[in-house]
């Protein structure tokens, strides 16, 4: 436990004991201990629990058993599990293991069993630096960086993981996300505000919930130790807020603008929550019904037309995608624009519309091939979105000035806007 300044209470930090890692089939393919060693039949226990779930993303992320808590999340097809012994703060936990699931996506290009079985000794070797006794420890990626060099053709040949030679400059370093003699010939940086929106739409095309995410993602290639200072023009539309440790907090509770000496690379500067009720800037009209051996799908996306919402640039990427019942066969449907195709194992329509604009809204009309004498859901399968909004944020979110206020260069800085699809879900009828 760390005890808190000024009281005589104490808070509890995270400690996992072990973490094992398993497949979609419910193999334990890695696992690493620190205090205690768990039986690995707690993988079978925690394996009962998935198969009692609807689907792999709706297991209960934490699970109180006799002995252990068991939490975990799940990227990729892997299940990231960290056994613990006693309490401890559970969000905690998970961002410990989305830091883990974002190192091991950083350095292997992705997260997969193929990938985490050719990077073993590396994954090994992060552990060790990311954790100490089971407490978090290091766990910043740049830092991390610095300590175990990401994977090279010749360590994959040897099978070893490069250790980095630039530790000692991290020790010398006033802060620990930085190390010291940075030097670029072209000093730059750059800013993605990155919007996801959460929608649930009912058939009649009401809005029954919708959140917006957003996140700033930066790359930054400056030398020296610059001390950033950003601000933005409207950040009133930001509700909760939480930032990378480099970020002063002081300063944004003073003024809203953002203080800090930035991390050497990428790396992510805040993620917040914004309220947003208004519509989508697009609708979709899906009607699918069942008859007997056939089924009928009707599909409509359109762009709404004017207000604040208003995608300049179009929105582009649309994907509609539909589970269908078990006993669908095959699809005969034809699109007035992009392409469709229909998986007969996974029961999954995928139309990829492409980009809409304010022209004609592009449709997916025709009938469903379904087996005779078999019995159909008593409710309509849901439409899942997927869509790109490019330069422009829901919110309004947007950065104004970015300067480096103790440095002699002026660097060039980029920024751009975008928002996405996140669990965008629309209702049939």
């Known amino acids: 436990s760390v005890r808190i300044p000024g009281t005589g209470n104490t808070t509890p930090i995270v400690m996992i004991h072990t973490l094992f890692i ?11 201990h620190w205090r205690s060693q768990a039986p690995r039949s707690v993988g079978d226990d925690f394996w009962t629990h998935v198969q009692r779930a609807p689907s792999f993303s709706d297991v209960v992320p934490v699970i109180s058993t006799s002995k252990y808590y068991l939490i975990h999340i799940y990227r990729g097809g892997l299940f990231f599990l960290a056994v613990l012994h006693g309490e401890a703060p559970a969000a905690m936990t998970i961002e410990l293991l989305e830091r883990i699931a974002n190192l091991f996506n950083d350095y292997f290009g992705g997260i997969s069993e193929e990938l985490l079985k050719d990077n073993f000794v590396i ?33 994959k040949l040897l099978g070893q993981a490069s250790l980095s030679t630039t530790a000692a400059s991290l020790e010398n370093s006033p802060v620990p996300w930085r190390k010291r003699g940075v030097k670029y010939t072209n000093n730059e940086i750059f800013f993605d505000t990155v919007e996801e929106l959460d929608c649930i739409v009912d058939a009649n095309g009401g809005l029954l919930s919708s959140e917006l995410y957003g996140r700033v993602e930066a790359n930054c290639r400056l030398s020296g130790m610059p001390d950033v200072l950003l601000t933005f023009t409207n950040p009133a539309v930001i509700d909760d807020i939480s930032f990378h440790p480099c970020v002063r907090c002081a300063r944004y509770e003073q003024d809203r603008s953002l203080s800090f000496v930035p991390p050497d690379g990428t790396f992510e500067l805040l993620r917040y929550r914004s309220d947003y009720n208004t519509p989508a800037p697009f609708y979709v009209t899906p009607k699918i019904s069942f008859h007997k051996d056939h089924g009928r799908v009707n599909i409509i996306v359109g762009q709404r037309g004017g207000g604040v919402n208003f995608p300049e640039k179009g929105i582009v990427d649309v994907k509609c995608i539909v589970i269908l019942p078990e006993n ?16 007969p194992v996974k029961k999954e329509l ?38 790109k909004v490019p330069m422009q944020t829901l919110s309004g979110l947007k ?31």
């Open 123 to 155: 994954a090994y070797e992060l552990l060790e630096e990311l954790c100490d006794s089971g407490f978090p420890v290091t766990t910043e990626p740049t830092v991390l960086k610095d300590l175990v060099a990401p994977p090279s053709i010749v360590g």
């Open 399 to 429: 950065i104004d000035t970015v300067g480096v206020v103790n440095e002699k260069y002026k660097p060039f800085k980029g920024m751009r806007q975008m928002t996405q699809a996140g669990l965008f879900e629309v209702r049939t009828c």
């Open 350 to 387: 995928r139309w990829d519309v492409g980009k809409i604009g304010k022209e004609k809204a592009p449709s997916l009309q025709g009938q469903l091939v379904c087996q005779s004498g078999t019995e159909f859901p008593d409710t309509t399968p849901s439409v899942m979105v997927k869509f």
């Open 22 to 32: 398993l497949n979609s089939a419910g193999e334990i393919i890695f696992e690493r």
């Open 328 to 343: 669908t066969t095959a699809a005969r449907l034809e699109p007035s624009q992009g392409t469709y195709a229909f998986d």
